[in-house]
């Protein structure tokens, strides 16, 4: 992305704080220091991150627990972006109905399959505008499954290419494409 498209997006996202809380939720081992997440949370400093004792775990409970916990600080309707099991937890919240979200980003979200998950994500369109970023190469969710999933919530969805997982490993650190995403997806809302 060229410098002037980077602060016009930069832009977009500080005024998006005015209306919104934009929250970070982590996936598995709680995205390291050089991942996208943190990248963002470090650039950002108005953004909120979910925390938890122990992000090594993949019990879904914990996860909306912690988001839930998150929520209660926000003073605006929040913005969740997931990563990978982040994502399905943003999912299984949002299915309860009960917390103040505008809408949600899901980021190379897992086959919840994978963690035996089948029964806490929501197999039906999610109460909120949101959109499903994957990848064809993703070892955690094959694309067709993304498709599946981005059809059963209702998400649009953004096709990354051979993206890998979207994680630092894959090469994904402040990845600015990303956040060019969350802004026109923000616009939206």
Known sequence: MQESQTRIVEQQLAEALARFEL???????????EHW??????????????????????????????????????????????HSLGALATCSLLDSG???VAGAMLVAPAEPAKFE????????????????????DDPLMRFDRAEYWAG?????????????????????????YGLSILSEFIATL
């Not at 839930?68 to 913005?79: D, F, G, I, Y």
């Not at 994680?167 to 990845?175: C, I, L, M, T, V």
Request: hydrophobic share 35%; proline share 9%; charged share 20%.
């Open 23 to 33: 929250v970070l939720v982590p996936g598995l081992y709680d995205s390291g220091p």
């Open 98 to 100: 009960t917390v103040s």
């Open 152 to 176: 059963t919530w209702g998400s649009r969805l953004i096709d990354l290419g051979e993206a890998q997982h979207i994680n630092a490993e894959a090469g994904f650190g402040p990845w600015p």
């Open 37 to 82: 997440q943190s990248c963002w949370q470090r650039r950002f400093s108005g953004w909120r991150r979910v925390t938890q004792r122990s992000w090594n775990e993949p019990d879904i409970h914990r996860w909306t627990d912690a988001i839930k916990r998150t929520l209660t600080q926000c003073q605006r309707p929040a913005v969740l972006i997931g």
């Open 117 to 136: 998950l089948e029964d806490h994500v929501p197999c039906s369109r999610l109460p909120v505008p949101s959109v499903v970023v994957a990848s064809h």
